[in-house]
């Protein structure tokens, strides 16, 4: 329902851009977020976009070097990294929110009301 890809290994100071394909019903949760997660820690969530792709998030870990975006058309949301350093080196998953009502106060919802997930793509930066 969500297929994640554009990931890859990287050298530090470079960019990827990965992107979320999604169903058009899940595409209209209006709510989704890209969480990644390193060897040996918690997943976290790093960037969201919703209420219709007016309002975006950004983890201070993450935020000035990646972007989030969505193309309405094709269902599919993008994470274009740039300035990528060794510690964004991590499994990357896109997520949608299960409750649409809840997008509003996306990227301060429970991982776990987050009901649609990618396989997840690696990244690696060395």
């Known amino acids: 329902q969500l297929v994640e890809s554009g990931g890859g290994s990287v050298q530090a100071g470079g960019s990827l851009r990965l992107s979320c394909a999604s169903s058009?019903?899940?595409?209209?949760?209006?709510?989704l977020g890209w969480f990644r997660q390193a060897p040996g820690k918690e997943r976290e969530g790093i960037a969201y976009?919703?209420?219709?792709?007016?309002?975006?998030y950004y983890a201070d870990s993450v935020k000035g070097r990646f972007t989030i975006s969505q193309d309405n058309a094709k269902n599919t949301v993008f994470l274009q990294m740039n300035s990528l350093k060794p510690e964004d080196t991590a499994t990357y998953y896109c997520?949608?929110?299960?409750?649409?009502?809840?997008?509003?106060?996306?990227?301060?919802?429970?991982?776990?009301?987050?009901?649609?997930w990618g396989q997840g793509t690696q990244v690696t930066v060395s």
């Open positions: 997520a949608a929110i299960a409750d649409p009502s809840s997008r509003w106060t996306c990227p301060k919802r429970a991982e776990a009301e987050f009901g649609y």
């Open positions: 058009r019903y899940i595409y209209s949760r209006n709510c």
């Open positions: 976009i919703y209420s219709s792709g007016d309002s975006t």
